[in-house]
Nanobody
Framework: QVQLVESGGGLVQAGGSLRLSCAAS????????MGWFRQAPGKERDFVAS???????????DYADSVKGRFTISRDNAKNTVYLQMNSLKPEDTAVYYC?????????????????WGQGTQVTVSS
């Protein structure tokens, strides 16, 4: 069982930055593929970014087209934490952001591939 706790959300003006963190419980964090998803009001939850650790200093990251070049996902296996650095934020980035963990396989963009979810953290970008 893995528990995920997100933090770092808040209110920011357009063009600003935020860094989200997701702390995971458990001793096998490094084996999990991790993802970030978001859900805006009245919309479905969408993929944002994912990351897999392949050993050593090798990571594989993937991003939704809407955030490429603005968001960066990273992880610190020693701290059992995954991060989402969000720059050049836009009002359309406003959503609840969720962290997710996938026990087997590489990182994926489909929600159904993930086994564990956090409670979410609100990000609001004002214009």
């Amino acid at each position: 069982q893995v528990q995920l706790v997100e933090s770092g959300g808040g209110l920011v003006q357009a063009g600003g930055s935020l860094r989200l963190s997701c702390a995971a419980s458990g001793r096998t964090f490094s084996r999990y593929a991790m993802g970030w998803f978001r859900q805006a009001p009245g919309k479905e939850r969408d993929f944002v970014a994912s990351i897999t650790w392949s050993g050593g200093n090798t990571y594989y990251a993937d991003y939704a087209d809407s955030v490429k070049g603005r968001f960066t996902i990273s992880r610190d296996n020693a701290k059992n934490t995954v991060y989402l650095q969000m720059n050049s934020l836009k009002p359309e980035d406003t959503a609840v952001y969720y962290c997710a963990a996938r026990q087997f396989g590489n990182a994926a963009s489909r929600q159904s591939e993930y086994n564990y979810w956090g409670q979410g953290t609100q990000v609001t970008v004002s214009s």
